[in-house]
């Protein structure tokens, strides 16, 4: 009985000491990356006259609360007035969002019209509405790129002239993001949104974007090459996550996704834990679905073609549990560790095999603590610093982290589970009208 005892408890703490191998992995990737996220931003393009040509298309679903306010931004945009369009898509509003546009002379695309077979659920079934409206293949006669907003996005005034200049410059890329920030962080859950976003734009788009790596697509506040969309047919997706699976699409094509540090999109971050629960677990169904369904034709690209690194940095992308999840394992991992050593009885299960991967989990453990540490204290406090007008307050934000983080595992797993179901969009719904942050 103490024989297979022993090979029992040998087996798991090699299964756990694997896992902990594949966090310490993930994490000190993460943390190469960050190298790459400090200094000053600057610009690698130069600034130029007005030239491309852009359609902006706003998703809207029942945004009477908002729409308003957004129309009002969009107007403040600074760029020659013939080569920009906005259109707000008014997808199957029941509320006051038509009326509104029609109040502010904005042009409009009713979906509810009918005039076309419905492609897709949600945001990007009402998006290739429009282009079907538009003309679709026509379009790209008429514009370059075609610029994707939300409903309750506001907007620099400068972004259309700085996406220009670095379209240009930068040799006419697939894609380019822009700087996701937040309108709102005036509770815990919401300010957890904002920090994450901060970290992320520099210590992982600025530093990918620094290292010629491909960046994320954030779902509003980018741009896309419009002849490179319409030979793929446009926005037939079939993930809840659109914005990931075309990001998926550029790179599987060897195209580039770009990132722009110096104009930003305003969007507001949930106040609502339940609303926030069912934005997660729609970004986690198609997060996984995109995963699994790319993971074969990516890992035939890593074996057959060039680019391996940027491949790579997009699987290690889409498999990536959490950071609370790998945060959780760790901690379990130091202290299961701690415990056998501590507890010497237990030795008595342990073959030396078992006794070395306690010693190799407690050691692994300990050093990826240390690096989650110096990506919350140093990171956080960088990019707060440098890209914000916040003042830092530790412990405030440092919770709101922590709590944001940790309610993401129960959309993780749930979404995980449900990750074949993409057919109900789950709508976030938008009631600030005006930027709350400093």
């Known amino acids: 009985?103490?024989?297979?005892?022993?090979?029992?408890?040998?087996?798991?703490?090699?299964?756990?000491?694997?896992?902990?191998?594949?966090?310490?992995?993930?994490?000190?990737?993460?943390?190469?990356?960050?190298?790459?996220?400090?200094?000053?931003?600057?610009?690698?393009?130069?600034?130029?006259?007005?030239?491309?040509?852009?359609?902006?298309?706003?998703?809207?679903?029942?945004?009477?609360?908002?729409?308003?306010?957004?129309?009002?931004?969009?107007?403040?945009?600074?760029?020659?007035?013939?080569?920009?369009?906005?259109?707000?898509?008014?997808?199957?509003?029941?509320?006051?969002?038509?009326?509104?546009?029609?109040?502010?002379?904005?042009?409009?695309?009713?979906?509810?019209?009918?005039?076309?077979?419905?492609?897709?659920?949600?945001?990007?079934?009402?998006?290739?509405?429009?282009?079907?409206?538009?003309?679709?293949?026509?379009?790209?006669?008429?514009?370059?790129?075609?610029?994707?907003?939300?409903?309750?996005?506001?907007?620099?005034?400068?972004?259309?002239?700085?996406?220009?200049?670095?379209?240009?410059?930068?040799?006419?890329?697939?894609?380019?993001?822009?700087?996701?920030?937040?309108?709102?962080?005036?509770?815990?859950?919401?300010?957890?949104?904002?920090?994450?976003?901060?970290?992320?734009?520099?210590?992982?788009?600025?530093?990918?974007?620094?290292?010629?790596?491909?960046?994320?697509?954030?779902?509003?506040?980018?741009?896309?090459?419009?002849?490179?969309?319409?030979?793929?047919?446009?926005?037939?997706?079939?993930?809840?996550?659109?914005?990931?699976?075309?990001?998926?699409?550029i790179v599987k094509d060897n195209g580039r996704i770009l990132w722009n540090h110096f104009v930003r999109v305003y969007d507001e971050k949930p106040e609502n834990f339940k609303i926030s629960i069912k934005q997660r677990t729609r970004w986690s169904q198609g997060h996984w679905y995109v995963a699994f369904t790319n993971f074969k034709p990516f890992m035939k690209k890593l074996m057959t073609e060039r680019g391996k690194l940027k491949i790579l940095d997009q699987l290690i992308y889409l498999f990536g549990m959490a950071r609370a999840v790998q945060m959780t394992i760790v901690v379990l991992g130091i202290i299961v560790a701690g415990t056998y050593s501590l507890v010497t009885q237990n030795h008595e299960l342990l073959s030396a095999a078992g006794e070395r991967f306690i010693a190799l989990i407690f050691g692994a453990g300990i050093i990826t603590l240390l690096l989650f540490i110096y990506q919350l204290l140093i990171c956080m406090y960088y990019a707060i610093k440098v890209d914000t007008k916040h003042p830092f307050r530790f412990f405030r934000m440092s919770l709101s982290v922590f709590y944001y983080a940790y309610t993401f595992i129960y959309a993780q797993i749930r979404g995980l589970m449900k990750w074949r179901e993409q057919h109900t969009w789950v709508k976030t719904d938008h009631n600030k009208t005006a930027r709350e942050n400093p």
């Open 1 to 249: 009985m103490t024989e297979i005892a022993e090979k029992f408890v040998t087996i798991l703490l090699f299964l756990f000491f694997l896992l902990t191998i594949y966090v310490n992995l993930n994490t000190l990737y993460y943390v190469f990356l960050t190298f790459f996220g400090f200094g000053e931003a600057k610009r690698d393009y130069d600034l130029i006259d007005d030239q491309i040509k852009f359609l902006i298309l706003v998703a809207a679903h029942n945004e009477e609360k908002v729409i308003g306010s957004t129309i009002d931004n969009l107007r403040k945009i600074k760029y020659q007035k013939d080569l920009y369009d906005i259109y707000i898509v008014n997808d199957n509003s029941t509320d006051r969002t038509g009326e509104i546009c029609e109040e502010k002379g904005m042009k409009y695309i009713s979906t509810g019209e009918k005039l076309f077979p419905r492609e897709g659920v949600g945001k990007p079934a009402g998006l290739q509405y429009a282009l079907r409206f538009l003309g679709f293949e026509k379009l790209t006669e008429k514009y370059d790129c075609l610029m994707i907003l939300d409903a309750d996005n506001h907007v620099d005034p400068e972004i259309l002239q700085e996406l220009n200049s670095q379209f240009i410059g930068k040799g006419k890329p697939e894609a380019i993001q822009t700087y996701l920030d937040s309108k709102n962080s005036a509770n815990s859950l919401s300010l957890g949104y904002s920090m994450s976003y901060y970290i992320t734009n520099r210590f992982f788009q600025l530093a990918k974007y620094r290292l010629g790596l491909p960046n994320a697509i954030g779902g509003t506040g980018f741009i896309v090459r419009l002849d490179y969309l319409m030979k793929h047919g446009g926005f037939r997706f079939h993930s809840l996550t659109e914005d990931l699976e075309l990001e998926m699409e």
